[in-house]
């Protein structure tokens, strides 16, 4: 019979005053973090006296691992983040010491610090960045994405105008101004879609490619894209294969060329009717000399306005759909078939997708995120349910370094960092009866830095988040109504801050 053999903790690592004591096993699955094979059960103290909680774990952890250079790490036990001394959390879960505890250790996230904020003239609605880690950057190749300090950020504003920002805050570039009498030119999402070539829709209803050369100092009109008869709230795009996804006002979603010279023309009755301006409302600006192109095929499932749309990360010939008639909808874009319905609580504003664990997360009108399992197999419609902002979530992006992680913008003014592993045991049904699945609780919040010194404003008055997104290199770069955009930075791994205790 195999005999236990006791990992001996160093007296130096946690106190040794307790009689009370658990044994506690660690796993990890970071390759570069792995115990030797014959790190057994550890014994440690658990009483008020010692007080071990997360820094004295990841203390514990350093030393087993003899590493020169200290790596923050965070626990999870049975799927749930260690927020509070170990004693504490034995006791609030019931958990006997006379068993031995597994313990999960993974990369601290540092919290998000402010970097810079840059001002803009009206609201910021828009932000993407190019990076060599960024989709646009990936597929532009080594030879064409941006070298390390030379990234770059691309923002739509209410003014009608696409700027693109270096990381210090220096204007490259500025789209041209709308054409005078031009009611209707606020942008509402832009997207790289190479080093030198944006995409921009809005209230305008067209959706326009630009040419971005950086050298010249010049953004110019080389597409526009004449479909939809409402605003063009969101584009997801993808190079590889030249297409545009939209979502529209109009209750529609749009596939797109991205040549010219691949699409189909534009409805004639489409395009007299905005060159026109028959109606003063609904004037657009045009170019005679920019080439016009219709829609390789709309969509018409959604009966409200459609609010987000997204390429599946890991097959492009699928697209998801948000809509405020609370729907997700499934997209086979080969066939133009719509596959899959799942119908919510409350109306959709965003969406992600987080494709390790082949969930969808989806920004709610009732202030919460909801993670949808779009896979038929699924047998919920809400596998998980994130609580936390005060008002609408509008934006969403998944953290580059973390398959768990995700940020969201929120009309409250604020962006939140989530780890989908940080849960606690949700309800069984909402008001409407649907299951709600785990709720998660945000790790960090980032507040507006324009606010600060002012009155918190909890409905976010005066400093909506409108747009936000996450790059490995840049960090979390966000815009909204207070008519900035605002760079924040932790991510996962890094120095422990100072010694101190997170969370």
Same mark, same amino acid.
């Given at each position: 019979?195999?005999?236990?053999?006791?990992?001996?903790?160093?007296?130096?690592?946690?106190?040794?005053?307790?009689?009370?004591?658990?044994?506690?096993?660690?796993?990890?699955?970071?390759?570069?973090?792995?115990?030797?094979?014959?790190?057994?059960?550890?014994?440690?103290?658990?009483?008020?006296?010692?007080?071990?909680?997360?820094y004295?774990?990841?203390?514990?952890?350093?030393?087993?691992?003899?590493?020169?250079?200290?790596?923050?790490?965070?626990?999870?036990?049975?799927?749930?983040?260690l927020?509070?001394?170990?004693?504490?959390?034995?006791?609030?879960?019931?958990?006997?010491?006379?068993?031995?505890?597994?313990?999960?250790?993974?990369?601290?996230?540092?919290?998000?610090?402010?970097?810079?904020?840059?001002?803009h003239?009206?609201?910021?609605?828009?932000?993407?960045?190019?990076?060599?880690?960024?989709?646009?950057?990936?597929?532009?190749?080594?030879?064409?994405?941006?070298?390390?300090?030379?990234?770059?950020i691309?923002?739509?504003?209410?003014?009608?105008?696409?700027?693109?920002?270096?990381?210090?805050?220096?204007?490259?570039?500025?789209?041209?101004?709308?054409?005078?009498?031009?009611?209707?030119?606020?942008?509402?999402?832009?997207?790289?879609?190479?080093?030198?070539?944006?995409?921009?829709?809005?209230?305008?209803?067209?959706?326009?490619?630009?040419?971005?050369?950086?050298?010249?100092?010049?953004?110019?009109?080389?597409?526009?894209?004449?479909?939809?008869?409402?605003?063009?709230?969101?584009?997801?795009?993808?190079?590889?294969?030249?297409?545009?996804?939209?979502?529209?006002?109009?209750?529609?979603?749009?596939?797109?060329?991205?040549?010219?010279s691949?699409?189909?023309?534009?409805?004639?009755?489409?395009?007299?009717s905005?060159?026109?301006?028959?109606?003063?409302?609904?004037?657009?600006?045009?170019?005679?000399?920019?080439?016009?192109?219709?829609?390789?095929?709309?969509?018409?499932?959604h009966?409200?306005?459609?609010?987000?749309?997204?390429?599946?990360? +890991?097959? !492009?010939t699928?697209?998801? @759909?948000? #809509?405020? $008639?609370? &729907?997700? =909808?499934? /997209? %086979?874009?080969?066939?133009?078939?719509?596959?899959?319905?799942?119908?919510?609580?409350?109306?959709?504003?965003?969406?992600?997708?987080?494709?390790?664990?082949?969930?969808?997360?989806?920004?709610?009108?009732?202030?919460?995120?909801?993670?949808i399992?779009?896979?038929?197999?699924?047998?919920?419609?809400?596998?998980?349910?994130?609580?936390?902002?005060?008002?609408?979530?509008?934006?969403?992006?998944?953290?580059? +370094?973390? !398959?768990?992680?995700?940020? @969201?913008? #929120?009309? $409250?003014? &604020?962006? =939140?960092? /989530? %780890?989908?592993?940080?849960?606690?045991?949700g309800?069984?049904?909402?008001?409407?009866?649907?299951?709600?699945?785990?709720?998660?609780?945000?790790?960090?919040?980032?507040?507006?830095?324009?606010?600060?010194?002012?009155?918190?404003?909890?409905?976010?008055?005066?400093?909506?988040?409108?747009g936000?997104?996450?790059?490995?290199?840049?960090?979390?770069?966000?815009?909204?109504?207070?008519?900035?955009?605002?760079? +924040?930075?932790?991510?996962?791994?890094?120095?422990?801050?100072?010694?101190?205790?997170?969370?």
């Amino acid at each position: 019979m195999a005999t236990e053999v006791l990992t001996e903790v160093p007296k130096s690592t946690v106190p040794v005053e307790s009689t009370s004591q658990i044994r506690i096993q660690f796993t990890t699955n970071l390759a570069d973090f792995q115990l030797p094979q014959s790190t057994g059960p550890i014994l440690v103290p658990t009483n008020s006296t010692s007080d071990l909680r997360r820094y004295g774990l990841s203390t514990l952890v350093n030393h087993l691992l003899g590493t020169q250079r200290p790596t923050p790490f965070d626990f999870l036990i049975s799927g749930s983040f260690l927020r509070s001394s170990l004693d504490d959390f034995l006791t609030a879960k019931g958990l006997s010491s006379e068993s031995t505890l597994t313990i999960e250790y993974v990369r601290s996230v540092i919290p998000p610090l402010h970097i810079a904020s840059f001002e803009h003239d009206d609201w910021v609605s828009s932000v993407d960045v190019l990076s060599r880690s960024s989709a646009a950057g990936i597929w532009a190749g080594e030879t064409q994405a941006p070298a390390p300090g030379h990234e770059r950020i691309l923002t739509g504003s209410y003014d009608g105008r696409l700027r693109v920002w270096n990381t210090s805050g220096e204007v490259l570039a500025t789209s041209p101004a709308p054409a005078d009498g031009v009611v209707l030119a606020g942008i509402k999402a832009v997207k790289f879609l190479s080093p030198s070539h944006l995409v921009s829709a809005g209230l305008d209803r067209v959706i326009r490619i630009w040419n971005y050369t950086e050298s010249e100092s010049r953004i110019t009109a080389e597409l526009d894209l004449y479909g939809h008869r409402g605003s063009v709230d969101d584009i997801a795009v993808h190079s590889p294969s030249n297409r545009i996804f939209s979502a529209s006002t109009d209750h529609t979603v749009g596939l797109w060329m991205t040549k010219k010279s691949g699409a189909p023309a534009a409805p004639e009755g489409l395009i007299n009717s905005s060159i026109s301006g028959s109606s003063k409302r609904r004037k657009v600006p045009t170019s005679s000399n920019t080439p016009i192109r219709g829609p390789m095929a709309q969509y018409r499932a959604h009966s409200a306005p459609v609010s987000g749309v997204i390429f599946a990360t +890991n097959d !492009a010939t699928v697209g998801y @759909s948000t #809509s405020l $008639d609370h &729907t997700l =909808r499934t /997209w %086979d874009l080969t066939t133009s078939a719509l596959v899959d319905t799942r119908t919510t609580s409350h109306a959709l504003l965003s969406i992600t997708e987080l494709p390790s664990l082949h969930l969808l997360a989806t920004g709610t009108s009732a202030r919460h995120i909801t993670l949808i399992d779009p896979r038929v197999s699924a047998t919920t419609v809400s596998s998980m349910t994130l609580r936390g902002h005060t008002n609408a979530v509008v934006s969403l992006a998944r953290d580059p +370094n973390n !398959a768990y992680s995700l940020v @969201s913008g #929120s009309h $409250d003014g &604020t962006c =939140r960092v /989530w %780890d989908v592993r940080s849960t606690k045991p949700g309800r069984a049904q909402d008001s409407t009866g649907l299951t709600e699945g785990a709720v998660c609780e945000s790790m960090y919040t980032i507040q507006r830095e324009s606010m600060k010194g002012k009155p918190k404003r909890t409905a976010g008055e005066g400093c909506k988040v409108l747009g936000v997104t996450w790059d490995k290199c840049v960090g979390i770069v966000s815009g909204g109504e207070d008519k900035r955009v605002q760079i +924040n930075k932790g991510g996962g791994g890094g120095e422990l801050m100072g010694g101190q205790e997170k969370g």
